[in-house]
């Protein structure tokens, strides 16, 4: 990806009076609303709540085009009628299209448990919330990429919502410059500020690893401007939405907490909102949106 140089008026609006914006109050209101839905199993009737909700909020907060990207999943004979939410901001000057995504569903343990009290503070509401964050700040300044903010639904599930909107994007002949995607990114590691940024190395498709390994470690210099967090740069190891888009060849990030291995309240009722760092997440943030800023070419 070719970095934009900055213009002159880029450099009326610097990159730290934008991640001075980032507000942690917003963060645990908009956690707050999503836990208390009683769950996001994507088979249940609270996800359709949930995605309705979401939308109205972007609508609220984005000055861009918000939409539902809808489809259907059949899954053991049952179709599932889905929705994705999509944020989509015009650029100015550019064709190439940068997604931030993270998907809105939540799960118990057993995934077969669709009605079971699913807060999903953590997982995911936590990088939701971060998504929603963005789209409000950077919906009211020009920049020169196309950005999307997408929510997926049905990750838990196997990426349905990421498979489905990967095809409609390839469909419609939309080019696809980079994804990164925040999956559980409230919840630290004890003791420690780190945050895990994955690259893509010999999965699917190769072509596109060097790609992904050089914004990784842009990632990890943006976190040293601009943070005080920790990162950890690895290779794509989980499951989450980057895993459609990089089967297709493009160049995805990951971004998470080490969840899995590190939070004890993993798909459990005890993923509550209670449990989250909000300063933590608030850097994750701060990080996902300078990167944007970054890479549009604004100042620091």
């Known amino acids: ?8 008026e880029a450099e009326e609006l610097p990159i730290s009076s934008v991640i001075d914006q980032v507000n942690y109050t917003k963060l645990r209101k908009w956690i ?10 994507t088979k249940s009737g609270y996800i359709e709540d949930a995605a309705y909700w979401l939308k109205d909020e972007l609508q609220g907060i984005c000055k ?16 599932y009628h889905l929705k994705n939410i999509v944020c989509d901001k015009k650029g100015l000057e550019s064709d190439d299209l940068i997604i931030i995504s993270a998907h809105y569903d939540s799960r118990m343990q057993d ?13 995911n509401a936590s990088s939701v919330s971060a998504i929603l964050e963005l789209a409000r700040i950077l919906s009211q ?34 080019k696809i410059d980079l994804q990164i995607n925040a999956d559980m ?3 630290p590691p004890q003791g420690s500020n780190k945050v895990n940024l994955e690259y893509d190395w010999g999965n699917k498709v190769t072509t596109n690893d060097m790609s992904s390994y050089i914004v990784g470690i842009f990632m990890k210099q943006i976190a040293l401007e601009y943070t005080k967090l920790n990162t950890t740069l690895t290779v794509l190891s989980g499951n989450s939405d980057y895993r459609p888009f990089e089967a297709y060849g493009y160049t995805v990030i990951g971004v ?11 798909h459990s009722t005890s993923d509550t909102p209670d449990t989250l760092d909000l300063k933590y997440l608030s850097s994750i943030t701060t990080l ?6 970054e890479l549009d070419g604004l100042s620091p």
Do not use: C
């Open 32 to 41: 707050d609303v999503l836990s208390s839905f009683h769950t996001r199993h």
């Open 1 to 8: 990806m070719q970095k934009i140089e900055e213009s002159e």
């Open 141 to 174: 300044i020009d920049l020169k990429n196309n950005i999307q903010f997408v929510l997926f639904s049905g990750e838990e599930q196997g990426q349905w919502g990421s498979k489905n909107y990967v095809k409609y994007l390839l469909d419609n002949n939309r």
């Open 185 to 187: 990114i409230g919840y």
């Open 288 to 293: 996902l949106l300078a990167t944007i800023l």
């Open 64 to 79: 861009a085009t918000v939409y539902f990207n809808n489809f259907t999943q059949t899954d053991q004979g049952t179709d």
């Open 111 to 123: 995934i077969n448990n669709t009605n079971g009290r699913a807060p999903g503070a953590d997982d």
């Open 256 to 266: 998470h907490d080490g969840g899995v291995e590190q939070n004890p309240n993993y």
